[in-house]
């Protein structure tokens, strides 16, 4: 797993396995928060397996999400870095296991590899312009691009489905909409649109792409 962890992933595996044994395990509910926005903490955390959610709240109550992290990610290197208090919330969309880093654990590692803290600003600066994108995408792209866009973003094939791509979403309508900067209602009425007109099919928790063409224009009309 660490191989596909941007921090670690030029390692060798003798390396990659000595930051296996400096971290601890953590094993994460369902809806379970790990941080919380405005928390402290002085670790960061490697995404083993499952899922989770990365959101925070305004001044003015309102909730806004940043992603979808997946085994690979990372998350809580700022707090890992400057001691600050943490600026984001993030909760698992079903059961999780993560690598926990200490700051100290961390700091060794620096010292036997540099070039993880090289790989860090990498990964921080990618943060940034993610996080710039968000910010563009809610001024100057419609709902329905935003939508479009991360049903595609976060399809994967569907095994001997002839190219289909599904999403499977352990997110309520509220939660999808606050990644989407959207309101519940706007993303209930879209996902109905969308499937009458055949473009999804929704079965439990997941939302098969049967038109992506369709998707894709939503997305360039934005």
């Not at 419609?142 to 190219?163: H, I, K, M, T």
Request: proline share 3%; glycine share 8%.
């Amino acid at each position: 797993m660490l191989s596909t962890t941007s921090i670690f992933s030029d390692l060798s595996e003798a390396d990659r396995a000595t930051v296996r044994s400096r971290c601890r395990r953590m094993a994460v509910g369902k809806k379970e928060e790990v941080v919380q926005q405005g928390g402290h903490g002085r670790e960061m955390y490697i995404v083993d397996k499952g899922r989770l959610r990365m959101s925070a709240v305004s001044e003015i109550g309102k909730e806004v999400g940043f992603g979808v992290l997946e085994p690979g990610d990372t998350f809580g290197e700022m707090a890992l870095l400057d001691g600050e208090l943490r600026s984001a919330t993030v909760t698992a969309l079903e059961p999780c296991e993560l690598l926990v880093l200490s700051r100290a654990a961390f700091e060794t590692l620096v010292a036997e590899c540099p070039s993880i803290a090289i790989n860090l600003m990498v990964i921080l600066s990618h943060r940034l312009r993610h996080t710039s994108r968000l910010y563009e995408n809610s001024v100057f792209m419609e709902v329905p691009g935003r939508l479009a866009q991360f049903l595609l973003q976060f399809s994967r094939p569907e095994d001997g489905n002839g190219g289909i791509a599904s999403v499977t979403v352990t997110l309520s309508q509220y939660e999808l909409g606050t990644l989407v900067n959207a309101s519940r209602e706007s993303v209930n009425k879209l996902l109905n649109e969308w499937e009458h007109q055949g473009v999804i099919q929704r079965k439990n928790s997941r939302i098969r792409i049967l038109d992506p063409i369709a998707l894709e224009q939503h997305l360039a009309l934005s």
